[in-house]
Structure formats: C-alpha cells, structure tokens
C-alpha cells in the first residue's frame, strides 16, 4: 500500500502526538499534514517528527490553546 490517508481529532496544542498505521509500510513514507479546519491568524506551526514505516508525530503551536482536527497523508510511492 504505497498511500494511506485519515483525520487525528482532538489534537492538544503544544503537544507531541503519535500516530500509528494500521499496517506498516515497506519503506519510511512521507508524511504531509494540514490543519482541518482554518485557524485564521491562530496558527504558529504545524510540523511531523520521527517518521517510520509504523507511525509518526505530529505537533502544532498556536498563539491560544485549542485542540485541532488534522488530515494526514503518508506515501511511499515513487521511493525505490
């Protein structure tokens, strides 16, 4: 499975969130993550940490506390 894609609800600001795939992939995918709903001027950053064929991290800060909704996606695809 070179794609796998899904929502983490409730994320807590300024906290590290792990996230593991229901099945692992054959090579370290690429993660790309995107807020779920606009934060207008709230958002500060948004990154991924520690990639593996079983999961990843997730974290966010903002300027107020909030939790958040995040879509993820991972692939592999075009990796040799």
């Known amino acids: ?12 600001h300024n906290t590290l969130t792990t ?3 229901a099945t692992a992939f054959a090579a370290t995918p690429h993660v790309v993550v ?8 709230d958002t500060k950053r948004l ?16 300027k107020t506390s909030a ?3 995040i879509f993820w996606v991972a692939t592999d695809e075009g990796d040799p």
């Open 1 to 12: 499975m070179p794609t796998k894609s899904g929502k983490l609800s409730g994320v807590a």
């Open 19 to 21: 996230h593991t795939f």
């Open 34 to 41: 995107i807020l779920a709903a606009d934060p207008g001027s």
């Open 47 to 62: 990154w991924v940490e520690q990639e593996s064929t079983t999961g990843f991290k997730v974290q966010f800060a903002l």
């Open 67 to 69: 939790s958040k909704d």
